[in-house]
Structures are given as structure tokens and as C-alpha cells.
């Protein structure tokens, strides 16, 4: 089964994390403090709960998603990840220095992600060294809710890398 790191666990990161999981993949959530970690974790099982009182998820749908939940602290906890998703603050300084400890540690192959609005793709892929592996998977929020998810192609990025991307958002239901 694959696996994401979404890196960033506010409102955006953790809503992405509960699309993750819902739909099969394992998911390794971070963030700067374990603290913000575990309350995103507890956030998302209120939500599921709540799809299951309402009859829209199974509840064994939504004990298989919280299993697939893996709160982690070490940039080694993440080098089997397909896939790195971004979802910390608007500041590409921010960005860069959160990010790059994390990416040699990641598989050649991986899709690195970022789920910003605002800042350049491309550029943001240049200052990690990995401007062939990089797009935008821009999430509306809320991320459970919202369907519509933008990819976004740097100057640079690997056209497979862009396809894997919409492939993934589609498998998510978006």
C-alpha cells in the first residue's frame, strides 16, 4: 500500500491526511511539535466519528483509516514515502527549511508536493534541488469536503510526476 507524509498538521494538513487515509494509504503525519501531531489525529477521528453517526462511512471503514494514522518525529520515519505533501505555512523561507532535511531521505521516485496557493512552484522546487519532482496539489478547504483539488506543473516538473498527481487526487475522489 502506498504512503504519504503530509508535513503540516493544522486545518489543511490534517484534512488531507483523514482524504489519505479514507481512501487506503498509510500516513505519516509531521509536524514541529508531536503536540500539534496528536491533536490533528484526535481531530480526525472526531470527524470520521461523526461520517459514521451520519451513516456516510462504516465504522470499520473508519477504525481501518485511523489505523493507518502514524504520528512521527524522525525524518528517518518517512523514507519509505511515495509521496511528500507540504502543508505548513505560506512563507517559502518557511517552506525550504522545513522541507529539505526531509527530501534526502525520501525515494528517488517520490513526488514531492506542496499544497500552497500563493507561492511559485517552480521556484520552491529550485531552492530544494528537486525541480523535476515538484508540483502544487492545491486542496480546497475543507479537504474532506471540498472535491476539486488544483495540480500545478513548475517550469520544470516531470510531466509523469504532474500525471501521478492528478492520478492520485482522482483515486482520493477529487
Known sequence: ???????GTGAMGAGIAQVAATHGWHVRLMDRDMEIVNQAIEGISKRLQRSVDKGRLE??????????LHAVSQAEDISDCS???????EHMDSKVEAMQPLIKLLPDDSIIATN?????????????????????MHFFNPAPVMRLVEVIKGR???????????DIATSWGK
Do not use: F, K
Open 1 to 7: 500500500q502506498e504512503t504519504i507524509c503530509v508535513l
Open 59 to 68: 465504522a470499520s471503514e473508519a477504525e481501518a483509516a485511523m489505523g493507518r
Open 83 to 89: 509521496v511528500l505533501l507540504e502543508a505548513i505555512v
Open 116 to 136: 500552497t496557493s500563493s507561492l511559485p512552484v517552480t521556484e520552491l522546487g529550485e531552492r530544494l534541488g528537486v525541480p523535476t519532482r515538484i508540483c502544487g
Open 156 to 166: 520544470e516538473t516531470d510531466s509523469r510526476v504532474v500525471d501521478r498527481a492528478v
